[in-house]
């Protein structure tokens, strides 16, 4: 499985502060089947992304486990005015494996009304933006339409593991396995934080979503997805399993 979200890095955002720390998620994320897996630290008003401290630290952790999993850079990035004039400028320095793949986490406070005016100029420059965690989000979650129009415009959508298996609330766990219901998620990520509550396990959630809708969309949610972002590729929907039989509204929020 390819982890495209998580926080391994020391240091640099509420994520591990140890490298110690690091390894252990990393043990962690191998022991459970993940093969490759993006650090991705914050880029929001907490936490500046510095770059050059970024590749030092992704070497840093590289060096001290080895060669599996394969480990890449990425950012968790917030739209503000400077990150976005940046992106937009520099892609590669936010982007997953300085490709055109882009995590975009939005506040929990506010949504603003630029947002899809934002994500379109991303799309015109070339920048694929995958929204975090949309089934966290309360806000998001109560723009479903929202998230489809900018699914249809090109964005894709990330669910994290644990909503599904309720680690964040009944409300995350219902609301993230509507979007992979209906056909709208294209990714499933650990944005873990620790190895042992926030963990990078990705093997549960597979499991899971195997379980209950098939191992074709195990697959392409854990590994084709994640690899072609990783690659730069665009999403190859022709070849992905359709949406499986919708269940009466009564049924589903049992």
């Known amino acids: 499985m390819i982890d495209i979200h998580s926080h391994i890095l020391p240091g640099l955002d509420d994520g591990p ?16 089947g993940t093969t490759d897996i993006v650090a991705s630290p914050h880029a929001n008003l907490d936490f500046q992304f510095n770059s050059p401290l970024v590749d030092e630290r992704l070497a840093e952790l590289v060096s001290a486990c080895g060669p599996a999993p394969r480990i890449y850079r990425g950012c968790d990035f917030h739209l503000t005015y400077d990150n976005i004039q940046d992106a937009l400028a ?18 929990d406070l506010l949504i603003s009304r630029s947002a899809g005016d934002i994500l379109l100029r991303m799309r015109q420059a070339g920048i ?10 309360w806000l998001l979650q ?33 609301f993230g396995w509507l979007l992979l219901r209906r056909n709208l998620a294209q990714f499933v990520a650990s944005d873990a934080h620790d190895p042992e509550d926030r963990t990078p396990r990705l093997d549960l959630a597979y499991r899971e ?5 098939g191992a ?3 697959e392409r949610l854990l590994v084709d ?9 665009v999403l190859e929907w022709e070849s992905a399993p359709g949406p499986p039989p919708r269940r009466k509204w009564f049924q589903f929020w049992r």
């Open 128 to 137: 694929i933006p995958v929204i975090t965690h949309p089934e966290r989000n």
């Open 209 to 213: 979503i195997a379980g209950k809708l």
């Open 216 to 218: 074709a969309w195990a």
């Open 90 to 107: 520099h892609p590669e320095t936010y982007t997953i494996n300085r490709r055109n793949y882009l995590l975009v986490e939005f506040s």
């Open 17 to 32: 502060a140890t490298l110690e720390e690091c390894v252990a998620m990393v043990r962690v994320a191998a022991a459970g």
């Open 225 to 233: 997805n994640p690899r072609a972002a990783l690659e730069g590729r």
């Open 142 to 174: 109560q723009r479903l339409g929202l998230l489809e129009n900018w699914v249809a415009g090109g964005c894709c959508l990330q669910v994290t593991a644990q909503s599904l298996l309720g680690r964040f609330g009944r409300e995350a766990r219902d």
